[in-house]
């Protein structure tokens, strides 16, 4: 496999690892929360932080819209920042070996999709 190939795998990985994040965590909360204004996410540290943002400014309410847009831009943010990182390796003259720096973030992105095909599978099966 020549070094194009394993770059494009990685960023394909990468890409559609992302969007099955945000679709899985879509389906994943709680319907009982969806209906309501309040969303609180115990394990979501950029959820907590921009929740007790919002309440410190006199906010009582959160969309499941504004944290549903919140996750897109953010995953935007992660790809466009990786995007970017690899172009270090140009300048650093190692380009034949992008994949390589980008392979922490291909295994986060397998990570965070197996622990969420995990919670979302508890989720259904608990529910039966």
Excluded: C
Excluded at 1 to 24: K, T, Y
Excluded at 33 to 43: E, K, S
Excluded at 93 to 108: A, T, Y
């Amino acid at each position: 496999m020549s070094s194009m190939d394993r770059l494009r795998l990685m960023w394909l990985i990468i890409v559609v690892g992302n969007i099955a994040d945000v679709i899985i965590s879509w389906f994943g909360w709680p319907t009982e929360l969806r209906n309501t204004d309040i969303y609180i996410f115990d394990h979501n540290l950029v959820f907590n932080m921009y929740i007790n943002y919002i309440f410190d400014y006199g906010g009582d309410s959160i969309s499941f819209f504004q944290l549903l847009i919140l996750l897109i831009s953010l995953k935007i943010l992660l790809i466009v920042m990786i995007y970017w990182f690899t172009k270090l390796a140009d300048k650093l003259r190692v380009s034949h070996m992008k994949w390589v720096m980008l392979l922490p973030f291909v295994l986060i992105t397998l990570g965070v999709d197996v622990y969420d095909v995990l919670s979302l599978t508890s989720l259904v099966l608990g529910s039966l």
